[in-house]
């Protein structure tokens, strides 16, 4: 029951932003982003305090130390990787976005070989170089490309990937789930977002709040927390294919939705280009990354 429960949340929280940005016109991703982690740094705290859905927080040694050599930098690729990915929207079709995606593991690849903490080997060189073919086929086929949008995307990749490389450097298998993540990051993100936020929207976004209504803006959040909270419900339901399987339906599903909501156009190369990243894809998470 968790994995289309969590299928529909992830789709639901891409399209309702995107419905923020392009059809009501808030173009103000540093402030979305920004009130989604301060929702999230609220929302993790109550239920802290009211279930037992935190109690992993206790099994967190968390020292000044750690916090400021751990959680502070991969706050900052957090952060960044969140602005950029929702910057994206602003320019790029949410169909093309999700194929730009297929990508990350790639980044992820490049990042372990660079810094050393992965050898790479000859079937993940095939796995890279069909992710690669593959997006650069859809890129190819975009009836749309922005090259500014195109690079934000790919900048939000690098950032993302980093994050994750990070955390594997920097906590050294410390496991935190989704939660208990959010519960030391959201904070963290949060104020990093509204140290930017005079520089890149300024006041611009408060002044639209009107507009957009309290109660599109507390729904949204509202989505975006509880794809959290049913992530820490979908590990350990179902093996690694069926969770790989799950992503995969989730951002075909995406695509479709984009299509038929917003009259995205895809072309038959770009559906053949991103079936072959998604092959590599499946196969990437098949190998574990090894």
Same mark, same amino acid.
């Given at each position: 029951?968790?994995?289309?429960?969590?299928?529909? /949340?992830? %789709?639901?929280?891409? &399209?309702?932003? @995107?419905?923020? =940005?392009?059809? *009501?016109?808030?173009? #103000?991703?540093?402030? !979305?982003?920004?009130?989604?982690?301060?929702?999230?740094?609220?929302?993790?705290?109550?239920?802290?305090?009211?279930?037992?859905?935190?109690?992993?927080?206790?099994?967190?040694?968390?020292?000044?130390?750690?916090?400021?050599?751990?959680?502070?930098?991969?706050?900052? /690729?957090? %952060?960044?990787?969140? &602005?950029?990915? @929702?910057?994206? =929207?602003?320019? *790029?079709?949410?169909? #093309?976005?999700?194929? !730009?995606?297929?990508?990350?593991?790639?980044?992820?690849?490049?990042?372990?070989?660079?810094?050393?903490?992965?050898?790479?080997?000859?079937?993940?060189?095939?796995?890279?170089?069909?992710?690669?073919?593959?997006?650069?086929?859809?890129?190819?086929?975009?009836?749309?490309?922005?090259?500014?949008?195109?690079?934000?995307?790919?900048?939000?990749?690098?950032?993302?990937?980093?994050?994750?490389?990070?955390?594997?450097?920097?906590?050294?298998?410390?496991?935190?789930?989704?939660?208990?993540?959010?519960?030391?990051?959201?904070?963290?993100?949060?104020?990093?977002?509204?140290?930017?936020?005079?520089?890149?929207?300024?006041?611009?976004?408060?002044?639209?709040?009107?507009?957009?209504?309290?109660?599109?803006?507390?729904?949204?959040?509202?989505?975006?927390?509880?794809?959290?909270?049913?992530?820490?419900?979908?590990?350990?339901?179902?093996?690694?294919?069926?969770?790989?399987?799950?992503?995969?339906?989730?951002?075909?599903?995406?695509?479709?939705?984009?299509?038929?909501?917003?009259?995205?156009?895809?072309?038959?190369?770009?559906?053949?280009?991103?079936?072959?990243?998604?092959?590599?894809?499946?196969?990437?998470?098949?190998?574990?990354?090894?």
């Amino acid at each position: 029951m968790i994995i289309p429960v969590w299928i529909v /949340l992830s %789709s639901a929280v891409i &399209i309702y932003n @995107n419905y923020l =940005y392009n059809t *009501l016109a808030f173009k #103000y991703p540093v402030w !979305l982003v920004t009130w989604h982690l301060t929702f999230a740094a609220i929302g993790t705290r109550v239920l802290q305090r009211t279930t037992h859905l935190l109690d992993g927080v206790k099994d967190v040694n968390m020292t000044k130390d750690m916090f400021v050599k751990s959680i502070l930098p991969i706050g900052l /690729l957090f %952060s960044g990787s969140l &602005i950029l990915s @929702n910057t994206a =929207y602003l320019y *790029l079709s949410v169909s #093309y976005i999700q194929m !730009l995606k297929a990508f990350n593991p790639v980044a992820i690849l490049l990042i372990s070989w660079t810094f050393r903490i992965a050898e790479p080997n000859r079937k993940l060189a095939v796995i890279v170089f069909m992710i690669s073919c593959g997006v650069a086929l859809a890129s190819h086929g975009e009836m749309h490309f922005n090259l500014f949008g195109f690079l934000i995307q790919a900048a939000a990749v690098a950032f993302e990937a980093s994050r994750l490389v990070m955390i594997q450097i920097l906590l050294h298998g410390l496991k935190m789930d989704p939660l208990v993540s959010l519960h030391y990051y959201a904070p963290v993100c949060a104020a990093i977002n509204l140290l930017a936020l005079p520089f890149t929207e300024g006041l611009a976004p408060f002044y639209e709040l009107a507009r957009i209504g309290p109660l599109i803006l507390l729904s949204n959040a509202c989505v975006a927390f509880f794809l959290n909270v049913a992530a820490v419900f979908l590990v350990g339901v179902g093996s690694g294919l069926v969770l790989t399987l799950a992503g995969v339906f989730k951002d075909i599903l995406l695509i479709t939705g984009s299509v038929l909501i917003f009259s995205s156009a895809i072309t038959p190369l770009q559906i053949f280009g991103y079936a072959i990243a998604l092959g590599g894809l499946i196969l990437f998470k098949q190998s574990g990354g090894k």
